[in-house]
């Protein structure tokens, strides 16, 4: 259940952390509504005491929110009956924070994504108010490492080197457990938010109580049986009881989203007193597959799990998730020994056609379901089947994966570690427990969902260098989940980022000589449209010396030089014409790219382009603006990221276009069934130029036809 009472906010003068010991909600002068999920910058922003700071410069008018600290608190009134217990759980705390139950600290949490639990049973008499409180230290009061000499000649050197240069300031981001991209990226503004950005719920339960779930898991028939028969299927549970008790267990799974079969199983337990882990074996179990929204349905299923006492049969707790039946893998490409880089799902190959994904506004405390439909929506109607939730970025909240299960659409999790190109991150023992502690929390708070295809370590950093912090995070995956495969980073094992085109400024016949087993980034920046930037700039901002511009990221070189590679240039002074030539270019390379990839799906097993969406009003690589318009590139992928696609294979010129191109006309089908015979046609300014009938050449993993 979901606390719907109101909340209020105020501020207090900044402390180190871990704060007072005692709570000073009294030094709060003024306290005003707040919204929770939210955060300090999105309810100062309703309150009209701050600027937009999304729109021009106005960020630079907020930072004196980071100088001090705040509270919010709710009043909550628990009716239990005798022997009741109840649980308050956080989703999401940001990022330093100390909860307090009548003035009694409950909670120190230092980490964004790990959702905590607190037991308030005892904390107030039945039907008495409990004053709840969460005090939040501002960005002033967060602790700092200690780092050698040697780390930070390192960190000088990353800056000196320019490759992380508009990634946030270093050490600052590494030494805390919260969004890199927060610290600044070169797609997004350099604000550090706190609050309490995800839900916050109340469950109550009897004296044993049902912790957590984790959902059914087949395995291989036991000893006795024959190799053909059904798989095992076990319920894992975390269970708690006051005391030593003899308790019913009924697991009930139903279909959530179609109609059939449903089962039901009882098994007797009997609980010690404490946390405890209880797997219950499930009778033979048919269900049918969740499948990616190009191969089939996604059928999910309700796990409804019961307690009652043995003796009384009276309900002591009830729990549910959703969950659907699928078999992740990923698979080499052609051999034993290549990369593991073709992805089964079901035991059949897919390739991957993805897209990169970046949390979907930098205050993410206003994410709501209606954001994630549209964006999610819009990454399936372009052909999309993953999205690779980008290590800089977040554990999105439950309703980011629910869409997802439901839609059909993959997703690739990275943990939250991001960028680091010469340095490592913290080796101190009390850094890494943190880490493991929070990386365990994000897998039990997204284990249960089927289009969760991989957990990979993070994003652009040292896999050698950093091996003591994969191997925490290959650790959690392994205690909380062990059913999805767990790669150190991105890049690599094969994996590549194409960056020479954009950073590199290379030309685009560039991508005509990638060959990777997978390319996980690539892609050129664009302006968005003029309606959008009406919205996020004043007015008589001249390009590109406004300063406002390079506020909101714009490369003002790079975007010149693709829209001129692109064959339309345009000056300067004329926005509109620039837009175009931006978005025309971006719109050529992503094609260029993504039509060689797949050509090659033999040897490669997939892509995700950079990127989807965008946090803010930028100028990025995104092909959906923060306002949700397409540039041109969307529609282009519209075409070219279906699952069968008719594309031609010619050399990109080297200078001057040339007056005629030849090539090959290929037909790639990423679908389960053959194509018919095709016919072709060939138009010329609209009008019919020529057709024929297909000729097939057979390839190993595609067709082409001249």
Known sequence: MLIQSAWEFGSVDSQPWPGPEAPDLAAVTAWRPATVPGQVHSDLLAHGMIPDPFVGANLRACAWVDALDWWYRTTLTLDLAPAQRTFITFHGLDTYAAVFVNQRCVLRSTGMFAPHTVELTGLAPPAAAIELAVRLTGPAGWPRQHHSRRERLLFALERLSGAAAALGPIPERLDHLKAPMQFGWD??????????????????????????LKPPHASAPMSGQAAGDAPVWTVEMTLDATALCAVQATLRVTPANFEGQAWAHTTALTLSPGPQTAPVILPPLTLAPWEPWERGFPHLYWLEVTLRDAATGAQLDQRRLRFGQRQVAWAPLAGPGTAPWRLHINDEPLFVRGANWVPADALPGRLRPPTYRRLLSAARAAGINLLRVW???LREKAAFYDLCDEMGLLVWQEFPFACLFLAAYPHETAWLDRVEA????????????PSVAMWCGGNEMGVRRNQHLLARLARAVAAEDGTRPFVPASPAQGDVHEWAVWHGRAPLRTYQALQAPFCSEFGLSALPAAESLAHFLPAAQP???????RLHQAEAGKLAHYAALAGTPAPP??????????????????QVAIEHLRRHKATCGGLAFWQFNEPWPTIAWSVLDFDGRPKLAYARLQRILQPVLICLAYQLPVGARPQAISGAIWIVNDTRAPLPGLTWLAWLDNEPLAHGLARWKQMPAARSAR
């Open 573 to 590: 002074a004329d926005l509109p014409a620039l837009i175009a030539a931006t978005q025309t270019a971006q719109a050529a390379g992503l």
């Open 438 to 449: 929070e990386a365990r929390g994000i897998v039990q708070a997204v284990r249960h969902h």
């Open 543 to 549: 390009w590109p010396d406004a300063p406002v511009w």
């Open 391 to 393: 290590g800089g970025g």
């Open 187 to 212: 797609f997004a503004p350099r604000l550090r938010t706190v609050g309490i950005w995800d839900e916050v719920s109340l469950h109550s339960s009897g004296p044993a109580t049902i912790l957590a």
